[in-house]
């Protein structure tokens, strides 16, 4: 574990995101310029959220810079999945767009810097970083206008991202969701209930511990937990069968066809 004498001695590492490689190599000729009263190191760089993560599981960094608006993954589902990290980094967001996330980030001492850059702010971010909290995932949540593209899990470590749409259900085991893919089961620490209203136009509940995609129901045939009068759900790309409750099988029975097994 490091301890505060370790901190002050090593140079704080700091990776850079952003789209545009200009902006990239702006910040890092202004970081040079800190590093002359804050001893600091860039390990690397990113031009987009996807490629900042994979980069990120293989050199860690202390301090992120990244821009919000971005293709393939934005930086605000960037840094909800860096928040999941068992040392998530200290996230400064360098924009553009003066917008809705400004706030919320400064009243949690994150720093949002407006671009041009100016090395005065970038200097007082860099210095406030050292002593600066990882920006909670809920906030994060609630900031991100659209659901996330992709889940996050992780696996000896790493952050394995997980395409929302390759998800076949679900399902709650204790404090924990099980993430089922035609090929991989994945366990994620989130709410059930956060992941249902967070994307209620692709899953549809079944029973109170899990949601399944529409996309991927195959069909219902009779029979399972709920003994002669249960249903079961069949699904594509899945052998197993997930049973359906009393409770949701009317408001799911229109999503696929319902099979009379023979005797």
């Known amino acids: ?94 924009t553009a767009y003066d917008a809705y996330a400004i706030q919320a980030f400064e009243l949690r001492a994150i720093d949002y810097l407006l671009k041009p850059i100016r090395l005065g702010r970038l200097f007082e971010a860099i210095s406030r970083a050292r002593d600066a909290v990882p920006i909670r995932t809920e906030v994060l949540r609630e ?45 994620i620490e989130e709410s059930l209930t956060a992941l249902e209203k967070e994307y209620a136009a692709r899953f549809v509940r079944i029973h109170r511990s899990c949601l399944v995609a529409k996309a991927a129901i195959a069909g219902f045939e009779k029979g399972g937990e709920e003994g002669e009068s249960g249903w079961q759900m069949k699904l594509h790309g899945l052998e197993e069968r997930l049973p359906i409750s009393r409770r949701q099988w009317s408001s799911v029975k229109a999503l696929g066809d319902v099979q009379e097994q023979g005797e």
């Not at 804050?38 to 301090?63: F, H, S, W």
């Open 1 to 94: 574990m490091t301890d505060i004498t370790d901190t002050l001695i090593l140079p704080l590492t700091v990776f850079i995101v952003d789209d545009e490689p200009l902006a990239r190599s702006r910040l890092k000729d202004l970081l040079v310029d800190c590093s002359a009263q804050i001893e600091l190191q860039v390990v690397g760089e990113a031009g987009n959220g996807q490629e900042a993560l994979d980069k990120l599981n293989e050199t860690p960094a202390e301090v992120v810079l990244m821009d919000i608006r971005m293709p393939q993954m934005d930086g605000l589902e960037l840094a909800l999945h860096l928040n999941k990290l068992e040392h998530p980094p200290i996230i400064i967001f360098t």
């Open 143 to 187: 900031l991100i206008p659209e659901a996330r593209t992709h889940l996050s899990a992780h696996e000896r470590g790493k952050v394995i991202l997980i395409p929302i749409e390759d998800v076949v259900y679900l399902r709650a085991e204790m404090k924990y969701v099980t993430v089922r893919t035609a090929s991989h089961e994945y366990l």
